[in-house]
């Protein structure tokens, strides 16, 4: 049981850092576009 579940916990976490790092960039262009 542990270990499906363990698992299932990474691939969330791995979701949810892709979704920030994805936010991150967004926001760095949007800056980049308004103060250009």
Sequence with gaps: MPGPVNES????????????????????FLLLVVTA
Excluded: R
């Design 9 to 28: 916990d990474g691939y969330v976490l791995l979701t949810i850092c892709a979704l920030c790092a994805t936010l991150l960039l967004l926001a760095a």
